[in-house]
């Protein structure tokens, strides 16, 4: 089975993050990990290999420094990696992301099965993997949290959907976006390091797309854009008062009966 596990670069803390005045984010290399939920969909991937064989391609779309997380998910024991960049893919929003990973998966070739995180740290939609299967024409499960069944036709997914979990089957290729809750990501190995530290990274370019239509990708591909980034501000008028020695909340709260406690 040939998997494709996608990563993406964000940034390690929350300080700075958005440009007031662009409204993009600011992408600094240095101060990049990658994204916490990708060490699960890598996770799981590696743990779909180990089951049925195959191999396991990571895809990350980002500027130079985001070869990083390829290092990364070969360390931890993916087969390869291509890093998707050009500058005509800047300032994608979801829609132009999930195209333009598409495309490259696309162009690559052969994948029966894409895998990505639940969602990001940064851009936070969670809506990624989805649009990736609508724009590849597949079918896609999000949220997995169990692969319950595999084979070359099928995978049959549990996808936790909050209050319940639906076990999903659907045809092969498809697109799972995976939960925290699908198993602890592997600790890299030395061996791994070692590869890692000697695996070389196609680029994928606008040139090599099957769509090369650059009003397809990142700003100009774009559906939506930011109007204004603000901070919030939490204001609470709520007292605190003491009576019969049970604490009660006053104001915004104040429906709370002493019965209700
Ligand atoms: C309205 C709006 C405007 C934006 N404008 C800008 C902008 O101008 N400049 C800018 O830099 N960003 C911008 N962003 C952020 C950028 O669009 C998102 O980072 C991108 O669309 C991916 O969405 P996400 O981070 O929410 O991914 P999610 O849907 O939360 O991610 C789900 C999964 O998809 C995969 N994935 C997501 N992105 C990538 C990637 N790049 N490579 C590989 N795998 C990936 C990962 O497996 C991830 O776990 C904007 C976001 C919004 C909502």
């Known amino acids: 089975m040939k998997i494709a596990v996608c990563v993406k670069q964000v940034p390690s803390d929350n300080k700075s993050l958005m440009d007031k005045k662009s409204g993009t984010l600011i992408r600094n290399g240095e101060?990049?990990?990658i994204n916490p939920y990708d060490l699960f969909a890598v996770e799981m991937a590696l743990r779909i290999r180990e089951r049925v064989g195959g191999e396991v391609f990571a895809f990350t779309m980002g500027a130079g420094s985001a070869?990083?997380?390829l290092i990364d998910s070969v360390a931890m024991g993916v087969d390869g990696g291509y890093l998707v960049s050009d500058l005509a893919f800047a300032g994608a929003d979801?829609?132009?992301?999930?195209?333009?990973l598409s495309e490259a998966i696309t162009f690559v070739g052969g994948f029966d099965l894409v895998i990505c995180g639940r969602q990001t740290t940064d851009g936070d939609t969670g809506e990624v993997a989805i649009a990736l299967a609508t724009h590849m024409n597949i079918c896609g499960l999000p949220f997995v949290n169990e692969v319950v069944e595999i084979d070359?036709?099928?995978i049959t997914a549990s996808c936790d959907f909050g209050k319940h979990n639906a076990i999903t089957k659907c045809p092969l290729p498809a697109v799972i976006s995976v939960d925290k809750d699908c198993g602890l990501p592997r600790i890299p190995s030395l061996r791994g390091k070692l590869s890692a530290k000697k695996a070389v990274f196609p680029v994928i370019s606008l040139d090599d797309l099957f769509d090369?239509?650059?009003?397809?990708?990142?700003l100009s591909g774009s559906k939506t854009s930011v109007l204004r980034i603000y901070n919030t501000v939490f204001e609470t008028s709520n007292n605190i008062?003491?009576?019969?020695?049970?604490?009660?909340?006053?104001?915004?709260?104040?429906?709370?009966k002493k019965g209700d406690l």
């Open 67 to 69: 070869k990083k997380v």
């Open 241 to 256: 008062i003491k009576e019969g020695g049970l604490e009660f909340l006053k104001g915004k709260f104040e429906s709370v």
């Open 152 to 154: 070359e036709k099928n």
């Open 94 to 100: 979801v829609f132009a992301t999930a195209k333009t």
């Open 31 to 33: 101060t990049s990990v």
């Open 212 to 218: 090369k239509n650059n009003n397809n990708y990142g």
